[in-house]
């Protein structure tokens, strides 16, 4: 049945007597209209204001596609015809995707003079800046896979890889995502983000800059805030959390946003299973902290953290001096 044109029916009719649904849906607008009012949104008849998720599922799909063709692309697809399916693919989800970062325009620019035209050629400069990176974007995602691939012993192949590890399809959407934030649509890349956090139990934040060879092995539980710094060859096993130890207020006692309040991790980093690191800290390059560690201030390069070590430095600080914040 089509929403736009609704159909009645006798049995419609008995079921709405039971449950009044004309009196649900005149309080359901009423509610939205203070909403709105609260908001200063329009109340004028018009089209779709925001960016779109299932729309974008479909774009982030074909844009996987389009990257990983034989692995992620359709099941007939042949080698000799990958050229044809990735033009044809990615036609597609570029044109899904100008439509979603015109949306999202429109939308940043709804309390001012909107200008159709310029918010239009803004959306195409958008979409095809982010479409000449793809190339780049599967090279690092090669490197990717090939730290998944050597860093896990489990692995048979940068195939298996590919078609199975939740951590990967993680990074394969936080590669777009990050792009797509770093041109000025963050709406949409958390929407991107947010659709393999679903899938997979995995949180990166879009605005997560992330080296190259990055691994995320099992990954349930990863949570990456949005200004963590991540250098190459970083590894990370389940239920890791890089957050914020406190967030700023202003005078006016709301939030500040965007001020660097996640960790910073230098090349070679491994963290273990459950550890958690809070703040804007620094954990040296080539150190590893161990499994279940809660960390809250910076370590130098070649650092072993592990709980029993923690708990005997505080003990030993709580002897002498206060613990380093």
Not at 177 to 184: C, D, E, N, T
Request: proline share 5%.
């Amino acid at each position: 049945m089509n929403w736009r044109e609704p159909v009645s029916t006798h049995a419609d009719s008995v079921a709405a007597e039971h449950w009044d649904l004309n009196a649900v849906v005149t309080g359901l607008r009423a509610v939205r209209d203070r909403w709105r009012e609260a908001q200063g949104r329009s109340r004028e008849a018009g089209g779709r204001e925001f960016p779109s998720r299932e729309a974008l599922a479909t774009v982030v799909g074909q844009l996987c596609g389009a990257l990983f063709p034989m692995r992620l692309g359709p099941a007939d697809l042949r080698q000799e015809s990958e050229d044809y399916y990735v033009g044809y693919t990615l036609d597609a989800a570029l044109h899904g995707l100008l439509e979603q970062v015109r949306l999202e325009l429109a939308y940043q620019a709804r309390h001012g003079d909107v200008d159709e035209q310029a918010i239009r050629r803004q959306a195409i400069y958008v979409v095809r800046e982010f479409v000449a990176t793809l190339p780049s974007t599967r090279a690092l995602l090669d490197t990717d896979v090939e730290a998944a691939f050597l860093g896990d012993p489990a692995a048979r192949s940068v195939d298996e890889v590919v078609l199975c590890y939740p951590g990967i399809l993680a990074v394969i959407h936080h590669r777009i995502a990050h792009r797509l934030y770093s041109l000025g649509v963050p709406l949409i890349a958390r929407i991107v983000a947010e659709l393999a956090h679903s899938a997979t139990g995995i949180d990166i934040h879009p605005g997560a800059e992330i080296g190259h060879s990055f691994f995320i092995d099992h990954g349930t539980g990863v949570v990456i805030g949005e200004t963590a710094v991540i250098g190459n060859r970083v590894r990370l096993y389940q239920a890791v959390t890089l957050g914020a130890k406190r967030f700023p207020v202003g005078a006016d006692g709301s939030l500040e946003k965007g001020q660097p309040r996640h960790p910073v991790l230098e090349d070679d980093v491994v963290v273990y299973a459950g550890a958690t690191i809070l703040g804007r800290i620094t954990i040296g390059e080539g150190s590893s902290i161990g499994g279940n560690v809660w960390l809250t201030h910076s370590v130098p390069p070649g650092s072993h953290i592990t709980q029993a070590g923690l708990q005997h430095a505080l003990a030993g600080q709580e002897r002498s001096a206060p613990w380093p914040r």
